[in-house]
């Protein structure tokens, strides 16, 4: 059985990447390598190429957006190469700089026009912008889309669904009854399974992620849906693999 981390930060791992790997494998996890910017992008393809489970994805995260905004033509080649786009979108709720908000808007479309260009699949950062998110998705024909840690209102959930958007939850279904009733809500052939490690936990319980950690967040999706927990982790694995089908991403052999 294959569990799968769909939004994760693994150059993040640091000196803790032996154990984090073991992990890894120790859990048969598939892990879908989110990027900040171009140098956790190259980090992450060479962890990749130490470990073939890892499918790295190169974006630029909302916060760094206005060091990219003036240079996205420096990005079009890392963009064609990718399997993935992310992480990438747009932040109202971290982010309070409205000096922000225009190169946030400038990366997010370059990268909206390569999905569109390219088929390729998007992991998106929604945080307080979950309708804006949605608009711009629907603008741009509703790319292949993995929506990371949802915790916004329900009308916007309710768009992206209809645009065929997924969405990954994670570690905050531990402890939140909230991310608990969006998990209920997300169709369950739309529903994937992430950690955001090392920094997701961090944030939350202020110590590092691991990868087995997902083990638990599995367990808790099953709760949550009144299923079995071996069922919920078929149905997760099946949900990525079709996902990655569809962007032409080849599941790791």
Known sequence: ??????????????????????????????????SMDVASYRASVALSREEPSILPSFGIHPWNAPAWARRLHELEELVDGALMLGEVGLDRRFVKD????????????????AARRTGKILNLHTSGAEALIAERMRDAGGPL?????????????????????YFSVGVEVLRSDRIARVARRIPLDRL????????GWAWLEGREGRPALLERVVERLAEVRAMDRDDMADLLEANARRLLAAGGVPWPA
Request: proline share 6%; net charge negative.
């Open 192 to 199: 994937l399974s992430e950690t955001d490690n090392p920094g």
């Open 145 to 165: 889309a993995v929506v990371h840690w949802y915790n916004g209102p329900m009308r916007p959930l309710a768009a992206l669904t209809d645009l065929g958007a």
């Open 1 to 34: 059985m294959t569990l799968v981390d769909a939004h994760v930060h693994v150059d993040g791992y640091g000196d803790g990447w032996p154990v984090a790997r073991a992990e890894m494998r120790g859990h048969g996890i598939v892990s879908l390598a989110v």
């Open 98 to 113: 409205e000096e922000a908000f225009g190169p946030q808007e400038e990366v997010f479309t370059f990268f909206l026009d």
